[in-house]
Nanobody
C-alpha cells in the first residue's frame, strides 16, 4: 500500500558529501515522522535523524553538525544532506515513515529498501 524509495547513496572519500532522498507513495493520508536509520555490518540499526510534519528534528549525537534532515510534506519526501563524512558513517541507510492511511487509522511504520553509503579513508 505504501512504498518508500531511496536514492543517492554511493562511494565517497572521507570529508566528502552525499545527499540521500526518499519518496513515499501509495495510500497515504498523512505522514507523522519521517526519518533515516542506518545499519553497519555486525551492528544494530540506529536512528540517524528524524523530522516531524511540523519540522521538529532529532539527530544522533554522532552526526550533529554534519547531517541535515529536511522534508517536503506536500511531496511526501525526506532528504538527508551529509557533509564531512567519516569512514564510520559507512552503512546501509534506510528511510522510515510513520504513515496514516486514513484520517481515523493509527500510524504504521514503513521502510525503504536501503541504500549503501561507503566512506573510504
Amino acid at each position: 500500500q505504501v512504498q518508500l524509495v531511496e536514492s543517492g547513496g554511493g562511494l565517497v572519500q572521507a570529508g566528502g558529501s552525499l545527499r540521500l532522498s526518499c519518496a513515499a507513495s501509495g495510500s497515504i493520508f498523512s505522514i507523522n515522522v519521517m526519518g533515516w536509520y542506518r545499519q553497519a555490518p555486525g551492528k544494530q540499526r540506529e536512528l540517524v535523524a528524524s523530522i516531524t510534519s511540523g519540522g521538529s528534528t532529532n539527530y544522533a549525537d554522532s552526526v550533529k553538525g554534519r547531517f541535515t534532515i529536511s522534508r517536503a510534506n506536500a511531496k511526501n519526501t525526506v532528504d538527508l544532506q551529509m557533509i564531512s563524512l567519516k569512514p564510520e558513517d559507512t552503512a546501509v541507510y534506510y528511510c522510515n515513515a510513520e504513515v496514516r492511511i486514513m484520517w481515523y487509522s493509527s500510524t504504521t511504520s514503513y521502510w525503504g529498501q536501503g541504500t549503501q553509503v561507503t566512506v573510504s579513508s
